[in-house]
């Protein structure tokens, strides 16, 4: 029996667990979870039927599989208060954005096996993508139970460390900018003053629901869909042609912010700043 720990059970750590133990993937009596306050993981025990341990070393102590779902800043101190009770066979799950490989060996000690993972809030809904990167010294068996935990929410895609900043702009992050983009549409139907806010977001919303249903079909890229309602000479092409104008120095700027925000969180993570 394998047994996990999760410590951190705020969005991300807390949507992890639901989902494992709402899929069956993981038993909710092989789980259990701390968190800073203790509130949130006694929420999700309640709710779920998993533990709430008293404390990350209890979580630590008791754990073949250990999820580390705290924010960046706080992963040092997390592994660093963890490492004399966690069991040198150990696995480390790390979630963090930020946070290297080579940082979680150096905070955790070079005797355990690590993976780090980006999921998707849209794992929420058994879909999106949680990105992975192995860490040196990770066994067949490692690999096939974190491909199966993550494939059974989503979809696991296996990929080097160093393109996650870029894959995770366009996995854990794209729903964010996807929903800010509606937002901006949605506001300039508002700005001609014919509209409410709550039914220029439902409109959108439903279509939102219906494209991303029509895209989920292998055939069916994003050129499909823009070919088939821009169609030649139409009013949505107008459209089309505008944000294909403007668009490309939009999204330059978010790749280029994100990229300077992951930089600085890195640095100053290793004390470079
Ligand atoms: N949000 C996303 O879409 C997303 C996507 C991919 C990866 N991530 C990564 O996931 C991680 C968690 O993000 P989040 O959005 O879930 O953050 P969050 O909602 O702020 O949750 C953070 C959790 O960490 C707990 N915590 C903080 N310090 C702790 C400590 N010293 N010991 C034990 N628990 C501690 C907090 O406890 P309390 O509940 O008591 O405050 C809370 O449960 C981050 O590293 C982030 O980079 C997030």
Known sequence: MTRYGFIGTGSMGSMLVRKFTGSGIIAPADIAASSKTGISSRALAEKTGITAAPSNTAVAADADVLFICVKPAEVRSVLEE???VLGQEALIVSIAGSVSLANLVKWAGPDHRFVRVIPSVAAEQESGISLVAWGRGIKP???????KLFNAIGTAVETD???FDLYADLT????AYISAMMRELASAAVRTGTIEPPLAEYLLRETLIGTARIL???STGFDTVITRVATKGGNTEEGVKVLEARLPAVFDGVLCATRKKRQATAERLTGKR
């Open 216 to 218: 989920d079909n292998d």
């Open 161 to 163: 460390e160093g393109n």
């Open 82 to 84: 963890t490492q004399g």
């Open 172 to 175: 854990s992050c794209a729903p």
């Open 141 to 147: 068996e490692d690999r096939a139970l974190v491909l």
